[in-house]
């Protein structure tokens, strides 16, 4: 069997200030496969967020692992707000990864403005965040962070900002966008239709701190986008099955 | 173009138009009654002066070259002081953000400092620095200094730390986090202060030349009161209405040029 593209095993952590610790994360056992969609979804406060800066590594377990299959493997992150800087054009914006790792070559520059061109923003490229509707701005956000050609996506709620039809329409987008670039990607929500509509497997996670408490395997066909998965009777089962073990 | 739309361009130009009548019309008010109240005796004119007599006085000194040696040094100090103390107060500002336990240490003295009326501290300086210009340049940064510090420090701080995260979700070094968001981000707080201190450094020069100086603007006026020569006094105010009127509109030009790019 192949390994893991990532690999989390006994990773703890907790957070710590003048009043208190609070463990947000208590030995979780976690495991990515290459190309896979994983989602994660659990009550709000529940560490989600936590473990994915872990994997990132803007965080340090405490105790436990994180490894990885390869080791300069990476990462693309997308937080939940797109927090384009709103005094550079819409180009800027996307190339600025590339220009903090210093990878700015005309070949990655000629690739991150095609990726504009290719999700309909390429008339776009000239304007300001302000003049962009909250959708464009998230897309252009996913952009900015797709120009490093990660070879893991780290979604961090990114479609809560935005209102449900954008949402709606979005979470298909960025889906057709992932596979299509043939990315693996772990998805942290708390909108279980989301996750159930979205990924290959959903990890149901616990209250604080985090322990998985389920892992449901979706097996929808991958041609199917999310909206269309939502209205499969599948859909409902397993949307069924992620509130009960949330609830419980 | 349709009717309304002509319309209210047209509204809106009378009242541009009024804006602008009323402005000339205060100034001329203001000069026209000072005169008036002169040449009529319902003050008198060795006490308060008069437009006309301000005039004179200007075209006097002008005249006999003493005019422009006392604009050039008072504007010297006042732009050496406006320099230093915008970078340096700057320069603390950057420093005070990279290293936030530094911040949190002098945080107390920094508030301290700003409250403290820094034009207190003249006769020290004189006592340290000697009594000449260096003292009066002295006293211009300083005034525009901590004011600049806290403005700029400021801006910078409340750049959301969310911007931060994303930044370091790329990868960048606490340097390029500086450079590609903390400063753009701090800019107009960056203009503000400098709005604020190219007041301030005249306030600490015009002050410092009050205490020691042998020339200059805020020597003159000194001078004026002493041996009661009101139209000296009243001539030097008004030219220095209009030399720090035009240095705001320099730091105003500054501005359009640094946010044109943004």
């Known amino acids: 069997m192949e390994t893991p593209l990532l690999t989390l095993s006994g990773v703890t952590f907790s957070y710590f200030t003048e009043t208190e610790q609070t463990q947000a994360v208590a030995g979780l056992d976690m495991e990515v496969k290459r190309g896979e969609f994983c989602a994660i979804v659990g009550p709000s406060g529940c560490g989600k967020t936590s473990v994915l800066s872990l994997m990132m590594g803007l965080l340090k377990p405490q105790a436990g692992t994180i490894a990885f299959s390869e080791p300069n493997l990476r990462i693309g992150y997308m937080l939940q707000r797109d927090h384009l800087l709103e005094w550079r054009m819409v180009e800027k914006n996307v190339l600025l990864g590339l220009e903090v790792q210093r990878r700015l070559t005309p070949e990655a520059k000629t690739k991150a403005l095609q990726l504009l061109d290719t999700y309909g923003l390429g008339a776009f490229r000239r304007y300001y965040p302000p003049q962009l509707s909250g959708g464009m701005r998230q897309k252009v956000a996913l952009i900015r962070t797709l120009a490093l050609e990660p070879d893991l996506l780290l979604l961090d709620e990114p479609f809560s900002a935005l209102d449900y039809q954008t949402r709606l329409q979005l979470s298909d987008e960025v889906y057709r966008i992932i596979r299509e670039q043939n990315k693996t990607a772990v998805l942290v929500t708390h909108d279980i239709s989301e996750a159930v509509s979205m990924a290959d497997r959903v990890f149901v996670f616990s209250r604080r701190p985090s322990r998985i408490k389920t892992i449901l395997e979706t097996g929808f066909d991958r041609a199917l986008s999310p909206l269309m998965r939502r209205h499969t009777p599948a859909f409902l089962d397993l949307y069924d099955r992620a509130w009960k073990e949330i609830d419980r | ?262």
């Open chain 2, 1 to 262: 173009m349709n009717e309304a739309y002509r319309r209210y361009l047209l509204r809106q130009k009378r009242n541009r138009r009024a804006v602008r009548f009323g402005q000339i019309a205060v100034l001329v008010g203001f000069f026209g009654l000072w005169e008036l109240g002169a040449a009529l005796g319902w003050f008198d004119p060795f006490i308060l002066s008069s437009p006309s007599r301000v005039w004179a006085t200007v075209v006097r000194l002008a005249a006999s070259n003493d005019l422009w040696q006392h604009i050039g040094t008072t504007l010297l100090e006042t732009v050496l002081g406006f320099v230093f103390g915008t970078l340096l107060g700057t320069l603390l500002a950057v420093l005070l953000w990279w290293l936030p336990t530094l911040n949190r240490i002098l945080d107390p003295y920094l508030v301290v400092l700003n409250a403290l009326p820094k034009i207190a501290l003249g006769p020290v300086l004189i006592v340290w620095i000697g009594a000449g210009m260096a003292s009066i340049v002295v006293m211009g940064i300083l005034v525009s200094l901590v004011v600049t510090t806290v403005t700029v420090l400021n801006g910078f701080n409340a750049t959301t730390s969310d911007k931060q995260l994303l930044m370091r979700t790329l990868g960048a070094t606490k340097l390029q986090i500086f450079t590609k968001v903390v400063l753009p981000a701090g800019l107009k707080d960056l203009i503000a202060a400098l709005k604020i201190s190219v007041g301030m450094s005249w306030v600490g020069v015009i002050v410092g030349e009050y205490l020691v100086s042998k020339s200059g603007l805020g020597y003159l006026i000194v001078y004026g009161g002493q041996v009661f020569k009101l139209d000296l006094v009243m001539a030097s105010v008004v030219i220095l209405c209009v030399l720090a009127a035009l240095m705001y509109e320099a730091v105003a030009l500054l501005e359009k040029r640094l946010t044109r790019g943004a």
